[in-house]
C-alpha cells in the first residue's frame, strides 16, 4: 500500500514563525503535491513537485515556499506564518509512470496560526 | 482555466437507500480524468472512482457508480445502499491528461447517513 505521511497532525504556532510541514512517501512516485484545505473552498493547490529539486507553483503559492531535497520528502515552508494561513494541509503524491494518475494523500495538518 | 463545481453542500440520507452527489465542470479540453474523493472525519482521503473522458462507459467500483455526461460536463456520484461508513466529504476532481498533473477540486459535499 502506498503511504503518504505528514510530520504533525496538528500544529499551533504564533503569527510572523516560520513553520515547516513536512511530507514523506514510500512509493517512490515522482510527483509530490501541497493542498490547501478551507470549508467551502474545496481543495486548492499550493504547489508541486515532479522531480528532486524542481517545483512549479499552484493556484495559490503566496506565502508559501516548498522544498525537495530527496525525492521522497516534500517540505512546505511558511516563511512568516499569518492568521489567514491557519487551515488544513494535505500532502498528495502520484506516479507518473503507471499511466494510474491517483493522486495519495496523507492524513493532513492542521495548523492554526494565532 | 478549468473549474469544478459542487452545488451540494450537505446531503443526507437513509441507511441502506440510494443517494447521488453532483458534480459539474468547465474545461475546453477533450480528454480528461475525472475522480470522486471521499475524506471520512479525521481520516486519509481515498479514491472512490476516476472515469476517463474518452471512455463512453460509466465507471463502477462495488456500490458505488458514476453517471458521466460528457456533453452535458457532469459527473455524478450514485452510492447503492448506503452504509453508515459512507459517511464522509466526497469531493469530485479533474486532471488534464497532458501536462501538469495537478486536481482540481469541487467545494465537496458532506454526507450524512441516517441509520
Known amino acids: 500500500d502506498v503511504k503518504v505521511t505528514q510530520s504533525s497532525r496538528y500544529l499551533v504556532k504564533r503569527t510572523g514563525e516560520k513553520v515547516f510541514l513536512e511530507c514523506v512517501q514510500d512509493m517512490d512516485h515522482e510527483n509530490m503535491f501541497w493542498y490547501r484545505q478551507d470549508p467551502g473552498l474545496g481543495l486548492r493547490l499550493i504547489y508541486f513537485s515532479y522531480d528532486v529539486k524542481m517545483k512549479e507553483k499552484g493556484d495559490i503559492p503566496e506565502g508559501y515556499s516548498v522544498s525537495r531535497e530527496k525525492k521522497e520528502r516534500f517540505s512546505l515552508i511558511l516563511e512568516s506564518a499569518s492568521t489567514n494561513q491557519t487551515s488544513m494541509y494535505l500532502c498528495?503524491?502520484?506516479?507518473?509512470?503507471?499511466?494510474?494518475?491517483?493522486?495519495?494523500f496523507g492524513p493532513g495538518t492542521r495548523l492554526t496560526v494565532l | 482555466a478549468q473549474t469544478v463545481t459542487q452545488s451540494q453542500p450537505e446531503m443526507s440520507v437513509q441507511e441502506a437507500e440510494t443517494v447521488t452527489l453532483s458534480c459539474t465542470y468547465d474545461?475546453?479540453?477533450?480528454?480528461?480524468?475525472l475522480f470522486w474523493y471521499k475524506q471520512p472525519p479525521s481520516r486519509q482521503m481515498i479514491l472512490v472512482i476516476r472515469q476517463e473522458a474518452y471512455k463512453q462507459q460509466n465507471a463502477t467500483e462495488n456500490r458505488f457508480s458514476v453517471n458521466f455526461q460528457k456533453a452535458a460536463k457532469s459527473f455524478s456520484l450514485k452510492i447503492s445502499d448506503s452504509q453508515l461508513g459512507d459517511a464522509a466529504m466526497y469531493f469530485c476532481a479533474y486532471r488534464r491528461i497532458q501536462g501538469a498533473q495537478k486536481l482540481v477540486f469541487g467545494q465537496g459535499t458532506r454526507l450524512t447517513i441516517n441509520p
Open positions: 474545461t475546453s479540453e477533450s480528454d480528461y480524468y
Open positions: 498528495a503524491s502520484s506516479d507518473i509512470f503507471t499511466g494510474e494518475n491517483t493522486q495519495y
